[in-house]
């Protein structure tokens, strides 16, 4: 099956800078790849989500990358503001084979003012 | 509804006993997972419904855990004898569209279960 890794567990940026957490993919099938947000005492929030057709997808300050030769996709935040603070997980799945997104472990962002 | 509702929102029982955790998914949306989350983890499949079949459950950890869907709506997660090993928050998603569909999940808020 598909096993997703991400990394790093946790990333602190001061505000205003970028922030790029990356993930790799086994599975050369997956060809769906949202992404995330989670904040404290509430459920996962889709922010962006990417398919293998596209190599990039921006939404304001949001942007995803992917490259499937290698495997992986990034998402990249610019402009990091307080309120970015959280864990996002990156996710992958096959379309055309069983339906259930595999997750990555998470990251831990914090935007230190 | 607007979202999806898991109840209770938090649950404490005491090892050996069951519990049920109930999901209300987003109206019309056929599809239906479970995820557990242990603390600091990722997001662990349990279960997936597609109206009120499960084409797949390979997620389940033990023959304790089951779960049913009825009227293609709600669905209740079972866990019998619960033990310490269980303790986690279940997280329940909905998604829209039919086999092979596109679109993202919505998660509820969780259950957080704690076996003491």
């Known amino acids: 099956g598909e096993n997703v890794e991400q990394h790093p567990s946790t990333l602190s940026v001061q505000e205003g800078d970028s922030a790029v957490i990356k993930c790799t993919y086994s599975?050369?099938?997956?060809?769906?790849f949202p992404w995330y947000k989670q904040e404290l005492g509430k459920g996962p929030q889709l922010i962006i989500d990417?398919?293998?057709?596209?190599g990039e997808k921006k939404d304001q300050r949001i942007a995803v990358t992917l490259n499937k030769t290698a495997k992986h996709f990034s998402l990249h935040i610019t402009e990091t503001q307080p309120e970015d603070s959280a864990v996002y997980f990156c996710?992958?799945?096959?379309?055309?084979?069983?339906?259930?997104?595999?997750f990555g472990t998470g990251t831990r962002l914090t935007i230190i003012p | 509804g607007a979202g999806v509702s898991q109840s209770p929102s938090n649950k404490v029982t005491e090892k050996g006993k069951d519990v049920e955790l109930r999901c209300d998914p987003i109206?019309?949306?056929?599809?239906l997972y479970w995820y557990r989350q242990s603390l600091g983890q990722g997001l662990e499949f349990l279960i997936y419904?597609?109206?009120?079949?499960?084409?797949?459950k390979s997620g389940l950890p033990s023959d304790r855990f089951s779960a049913e869907r009825t009227g293609g709506s709600v669905s209740t997660l079972t866990i019998q004898r619960t033990q310490q090993e269980d303790s986690a928050v279940y997280l329940c998603?909905?998604?829209?569209?039919?086999?092979?569909?596109?679109?993202?999940?919505?998660f509820g808020s969780g259950t957080r279960l704690t076996v003491v």
């Open positions: 599975d050369s099938a997956s060809n769906y």
């Open positions: 996710a992958a799945r096959n379309l055309f084979g069983n339906e259930k997104l595999t």
């Open positions: 419904f597609q109206g009120n079949s499960a084409p797949d």
């Open positions: 109206s019309g949306h056929t599809a």
């Open positions: 990417i398919r293998s057709n596209v």
């Open positions: 998603a909905s998604s829209s569209g039919t086999y092979r569909s596109v679109y993202g999940y919505t």
